[in-house]
């Protein structure tokens, strides 16, 4: 499923200061890729991820996921859209304390026809077994991963990860990247991970560089490593 | 997936709800009491009203009464004399002397106040008062005529009496253990109980004192008519009115000019409304109502905004999950849906139990106020507007602001719920209070701060306090007012009994000191003038220093400090009495300090003259030592007052420890959730003062502090606002009923209640200190970084 963005504004209002967070952004990302959004703090990326996903809306400009406008949907057209076709990571992971693994993924699940059940989507990100504990029984790579298995859970066909290992020790964050990298090979879906961590980027088939709410460099990665390989920062 | 998906919401909001289980489950004692305080009183009132009703209408009660003098006017002694050839000056004389001519008196006064008023109907109701023993134990009975067509009696029980029979009322008969069949001794005279009577105009059986309204120490009683002429004891008599047009214009005409007053036997005219032994229930009925309504509305209001506290807190500690699930497309009806029905039917459940028990409780209810009220029972029925307020209206409301508070947070889009945006209006608010109350210490300005953050909480928690404060006051104030009005009075004196002859006394002055006392009107308004004499001794008349003010009643009139407080009368004044078409001008010299009602004290000589040409006049003896019932037209024995009040006493005490106890644990429930909340809600801010070394008592004092403060504060500024309101209360009383409740907040009274208050705040704050204690660093940060 493709992506495209097509002179994308963001301009924040709410408070005395105007912040221009996209500045016109034009961008492609085709079915099936891995693309990484690189940037420093404020550099727009966060913003970048929120309105493509739909979290958020644009100024101006046009968003489209396949042959679908999402600018041009109302709230909830926009919240059934996600429902069928998106994922989300973030860096906190959210959970609600008072409800166990099992439940927690299948909170993912809501409304969708089509789903995993909640056993197999744990068995893919390495969590068979821990349908019946609870969040506080977890570590922190544990917790991420139930995150990822309540994004997928429903099938999406992007997943969106905002600084999905930035909570995360070396160890664990290489082991989530691992995950990430080998759910996108086995189900063929489109990720867009936003990072300000270089060494991530080098796992990505293409890495977009963004500062100020431009997109700085745009190139495919011809030296991509695995997440193993990677040095971190 | 759809059902499953909402099933784990509901999961989540019960699991929540399970987590903070003793808070929802002191929140849903206070929706269990307001929606059983409600049902137990509107459900047992409303089948009282009810049945009430109809009895009235029945019965015909009065709408309003004539009282008027005993002494007869100078033209009725004229006619007394030329038609009977009798010298009499009193009603009571005259009825021992000739009972038919007195029946004619009774007529003509009838006629010439049928003559004032074109659209009444009245007919006189003669009353025969005396004190009778069942099992060596003496009571008062009060025989009433048996009425022909205003305030007809209504046989509860058994039979109407015939001769040698005697109805009663069931109360009584009740709590003396006599049942129908069973005899009574009545002045050398055996009756037979026929059965149990009811009477309109005495819904309270108050015979001698207007608070002397025990339903077990005395007893209205019907004869037929031949056995009531027999009965040998002069009635005291007076008016019963129902306006008999539609039009009821000249009567209201007549109260507002004062026209009625011009006939010289006439004392006052009471509306039903205005008369405690008949009308009082309307008052209670409306104030039951009226205290039920908002007590429970009250009661449910806190209620309802504590859960919704509890609920945007819920919302704000899970607002970034929410906001991922809200990215995954989650709806919003679904993440609404559960919390309202979880929180509904939670609500209700409480509700309903409280409606239930309420229902079930109000038939006993009932029969409690049966004890004081002499009335018919109702049947406790469904009522769909009892059903309505106490559990639809609090449903309706705890639903639509549920709705409300979710559908405003839920709003937000998922990334605002995700990364919320720091607000500044607390930065605001504190810049605002730091100015406010610069010259204060860090640590006070802390307080401030901590509670200006939470102003709604704070508004809950002072509303709990002053109604705790207040409750456990006015209970308090009414501690002892029993003890204040006869006993205090009587304590004064030796009185052991006082014998009243039939008119005027002869020579029964060989059992006691005499006495002359006379009802009239001072000013307007109505007085028991007491004559007495320098050098009566069992009788001592003193100020509130102790003076002895017996030799000032040569100078003029020493009025109680009761109808000093009820008329608004002081020393010096220059007061017209009036009675039986005599005027005369008296100073007010000075005030006794007894709670006595509306008594008036005079120099008996003086009255005597005044009244009936004789110095020497006296109409009854005060004794000391118990007066026989055969030398006196009736006795009062100051034993079997004192011995009604304390039955009184003890039902009035459980009624205010009732209300303490009440209004200890609203107030405890109050402070003990709103504590346990203040610090769930900074467990950052306490974690950092952890950090920077703060003990527990530090911090303690700075979250928990400035609600300490306010306890004082409030609880002090609930006083001057209790005694101004209770102040209020007895004027309304007094203009309701002319008679003073005498409530009082004594220093005392407002130190038990701080002493019992302050373990009320300790108990309460116990479990939040516990939890400050209790809180690992850690955990804290963690929970504000989550």
Not at chain 2, 139 to 164: C, F, Q, V
Not at chain 2, 276 to 290: C, F, N
Not at chain 2, 294 to 309: C, E, K, N, P, Y
Not at chain 2, 371 to 388: I, K, S
Request: include cysteine; charged fraction near 25%; aromatic fraction near 10%.
């Amino acid at each position: 499923m493709s992506i495209a963005l097509s002179s994308v504004w963001k301009v924040f209002t709410e408070t005395k200061v105007k912040v221009e967070a996209l500045k016109g952004v034009d961008l492609r990302i085709e079915s099936g890729e891995f693309v990484v959004v690189l940037g420093p703090s404020g550099s727009g990326k966060s913003t970048l991820l929120n309105v493509t996903g739909g979290l958020d809306g644009v100024t101006e400009g046009e968003i489209r996921i396949a042959d679908d406008v999402i600018t041009a949907m109302s709230e909830k057209e926009l919240m059934r859209f996600r429902r069928n076709r998106l994922g989300f990571v973030f860096q906190q992971y959210h959970l609600l304390s008072t409800l166990n693994v099992g439940e927690n993924v299948e909170t993912g699940a809501y409304g969708v026809k089509d789903s995993y059940p909640y056993s197999e989507v744990l068995r893919m990100v390495g969590l068979d077994g821990y349908e019946k504990k609870y969040p506080f029984e977890l570590s922190g790579g544990e917790q991420q991963r139930v995150s990822i298995a309540r994004a997928l859970v429903k099938k999406p066909k992007i997943l969106f990860c905002d600084e999905p290992t930035g909570a995360l020790d070396e160890k664990t964050g290489k082991a989530i990247l691992s995950l990430l990298k080998k759910l996108h090979e086995e189900l063929s879906m489109t990720v867009v991970l936003v990072t300000h961590n270089a060494s991530i980027a080098q796992i990505a088939d293409r890495i977009i560089r963004m500062n100020s709410g431009y997109i700085v460099e745009d190139q495919r990665n011809e030296q991509k490593v695995s997440p193993d390989e990677i040095a971190w920062h | 997936m759809k059902s499953r998906g909402i099933r784990l919401y509901f999961l989540y909001v019960w699991r929540f709800m399970r987590e903070k289980w003793l808070s929802f489950l002191l929140l849903g004692v206070l929706l269990f009491i307001s929606g059983f305080v409600y049902t137990a009183i509107a459900d047992s009132v409303g089948a009282f009203q009810a049945a009430s009703e109809d009895y009235f209408e029945k019965t015909n009660q009065e709408d309003f009464v004539f009282e008027v003098s005993d002494t007869l006017d100078l033209t009725e002694r004229e006619r007394v004399f030329e038609e009977c050839g009798i010298t009499a000056t009193s009603m009571s004389s005259l009825y021992r002397e000739d009972r038919d001519c007195y029946m004619d008196i009774v007529h003509q006064r009838q006629d010439r106040l049928l003559a004032e008023f074109a659209d009444i109907d009245l007919e006189a109701r003669l009353a025969k008062d005396l004190t009778f023993a069942v099992e060596g134990d003496n009571y008062r009975m009060r025989i009433l005529n048996d009425a022909e067509t205003i305030n007809k009696s209504h046989i509860e029980k058994g039979e109407a009496p015939g001769e040698g029979e005697i109805a009663i009322t069931q109360n009584f008969a009740r709590a003396r253990g006599l049942s129908i069949g069973d005899t009574l001794e009545l002045r050398d005279a055996t009756y037979a109980i026929s059965g149990f009577v009811l009477f309109p105009d005495y819904n309270l059986p108050i015979i001698d004192h207007v608070l002397l309204m025990d339903s077990t120490h005395q007893t209205l009683a019907l004869l037929n008519d031949a056995d009531f002429a027999d009965f040998n004891v002069a009635p005291s008599m007076y008016f019963s009115g129902v306006l008999s047009a539609t039009d009821g214009d000249s009567l209201e005409a007549a109260i507002d000019e004062g026209t009625y007053l011009e006939l010289p036997f006439f004392e006052r005219l009471i509306l039903t409304e205005n008369n405690v032994r008949s009308g009082a229930i309307y008052a209670e009925i409306e104030g039951s109502q009226a205290f039920a309504l908002i007590f429970s509305l009250f009661i449910a209001a806190l209620g309802l905004i504590i859960i919704l506290m509890l609920l945007a807190k819920t919302i704000r500690a899970s607002k970034r999950p929410f906001g991922v699930l809200k990215a995954l497309g989650v709806p919003n009806r679904a993440l609404i849906g559960p919390f309202l029905a979880v929180f509904g039917l939670y609500g209700l459940a409480f509700l309903l139990a409280g409606y239930t028990v309420g229902h079930i409780v109000a038939p006993p209810l009932q029969d409690l106020y049966r004890m004081f009220y002499l009335l018919p029972a109702g049947d406790v029925v469904f009522r769909p507007e009892t059903f309505f307020v106490a559990i639809l209206a609090p449903m309706v409301l705890l639903l639509s602001v549920t709705y409300w508070l979710l559908k405003r947070m839920f709003r937000l889009r998922p990334v605002d719920l995700i990364h919320p945006k720091l607000s500044d209006f607390a930065v605001v608010k504190f810049k605002r209070m730091r100015n406010a109350f610069a010259r204060f210490s860090f640590l006070f300005r802390l307080q401030v701060a901590f509670i200006a953050r939470h102003m709604g909480k704070f508004a809950v928690y002072v509303l709990g306090i002053v109604a705790a404060v207040y409750a456990g006051l006015l209970s308090f104030s009414m501690m002892g007012v029993l003890e204040r009005t006869l006993p205090d009075y009587y304590e004064n004196t030796s009185i052991v009994s006082k014998g009243y002859c039939e008119g005027l006394c002869t020579d029964e002055d060989e059992y006691g000191e005499r006495v002359l006392e006379a009802p009239m009107q001072i000013n307007g308004e109505r007085a028991e003038i007491i004559g007495l004499s320098d050098g009566q001794s069992l009788h001592p008349l003193e100020d509130a220093a102790g003076n002895d003010l017996l030799g000032k009643l040569e100078e003029g009139l020493v009025i109680s400090a009761s109808f000093r407080d009820l008329t608004g009368f002081s020393r010096g004044d220059t007061v017209t009495l009036r009675v039986v078409g005599r005027e005369l001008e008296k100073e007010i010299v000075d005030v006794a300090t007894p709670y006595a009602g509306s008594q008036v004290f005079m120099d008996r000589s003086a009255l005597g003259e005044w009244l009936f040409d004789d110095e020497t006049a006296y109409n009854a003896v005060y004794a000391d030592e118990r007066l026989s019932e055969e030398a006196f037209a009736s006795v009062v024995h100051v034993e079997d007052l004192l011995e009604h009040v304390a039955s009184l006493h003890d039902v009035f005490n459980a009624f205010i420890f009732t209300i303490i106890g009440a209004a200890l644990a609203v107030g405890l429930i109050v402070v003990y959730l709103l504590t346990v909340m203040t610090v769930e809600d900074h467990y950052y801010p306490l974690a950092l003062f952890k950090v920077l070394g703060y003990d527990n008592k530090d911090i303690h004092r700075i979250l928990l502090g400035g609600y300490e403060k306010a306890n004082v504060v409030f609880f002090l500024l609930t006083i001057p606002i209790a005694v101004a309101s209770f102040s209020f209360f007895r004027r309304w009383i007094a203009e309701m009923y002319e008679f003073l409740v005498p409530l009082q907040v004594l220093p005392l009274h407002v130190g038990i209640f701080a002493a019992l208050f302050l373990l009320m705040t300790l108990l309460g704050t116990l479990s939040a200190k516990r939890r400050i204690k209790r809180l690992s660093l850690q955990e804290a940060l963690a929970i504000y970084q989550e």
